[in-house]
């Protein structure tokens, strides 16, 4: 078996997606070179590319003058990451419904309880941190490698929301649905329901009618 070669260039990629990942990007979105150089002890060539082929990749904006920034989505983009997110991620739902154990379970529950104390308390970011834990809860356990890589780089995209320049009672009239739609997956999780998980997840939580919610 041939090893696939990776430039430094990728292990630089890779790096960055972990930073955009685990929300280790600034409040501002915006990416520091020569953080990244320092952190990897690299030069800023392999760096310059990573951040290039992660804007080609639809990640990052390079605005002039200012740099590379995580890339804002608008209303159209999260229509088109919804029509492909709800399918993958229904079909993860699937399979990882059997699979998920009393222990999951009762982690999903826990973070659906956190998810609404959030929006009671008004801590926005740290329920935007929660619902990609539920989320990753169930998908990493689906079984099918490339199907889980295909749902997390498709996250990318809505990772960093700036909820404060939503109006408060947008938020306060959306974000209580959304957590209405995670008690439903949570139900449904319980009743090992998998078919009927799949076809919610893919048609109501990430109907594509929700494309303006996830617009920022």
């Known amino acids: 078996m041939v ?13 960055i997606v972990k930073m955009i990942d685990m929300d280790m990007i600034g409040n501002e979105g915006k990416l520091s070179e ?3 150089c320092d952190a ?9 590319e990573a951040l290039i082929q992660l804007a080609a990749d639809g990640y990052l904006e390079n605005i002039p003058r200012r740099g590379f920034f995580i890339k804002r989505i608008d209303e159209n983009s999260a229509r088109n990451i919804l029509e492909i997110m709800g399918p993958l991620e229904g079909r993860a ?4 419904c059997d699979q998920l154990s ?24 740290r329920y935007d941190e929660l619902q990609h834990d ?4 169930f998908v990493d356990k689906c079984g099918n490698d490339r199907l889980i890589a295909l749902i997390h780089q498709l996250n990318r995209s809505f990772m960093n929301r700036e909820y404060t320049s939503v109006a408060p009672d947008e938020l306060d009239r959306k974000l209580p649905k959304a957590t209405d739609d995670y008690a439903q997956s949570v139900r449904l999780v319980v009743q090992r329901d998998g078919a009927a998980l799949q076809r919610y997840i893919c048609d109501t939580h990430w109907s ?6 996830l617009a920022w």
Do not use: W
């Open 3 to 15: 090893s696939e070669y990776r430039s430094l260039k990728d292990h630089v990629y890779d790096y």
């Open 34 to 36: 020569q953080h990244i």
């Open 40 to 48: 990897l002890d690299v030069s800023r060539t392999p760096v310059r």
């Open 93 to 96: 739902a699937l399979l990882a």
């Open 102 to 125: 009393d222990e999951d379970i009762a982690q999903l529950q826990f973070l659906h309880g956190a998810m609404q104390l959030a929006i009671e308390k008004g801590l926005y970011t």
């Open 134 to 137: 539920f989320h990753s809860c």
């Open 208 to 213: 594509i009618d929700n494309a303006s919610s």
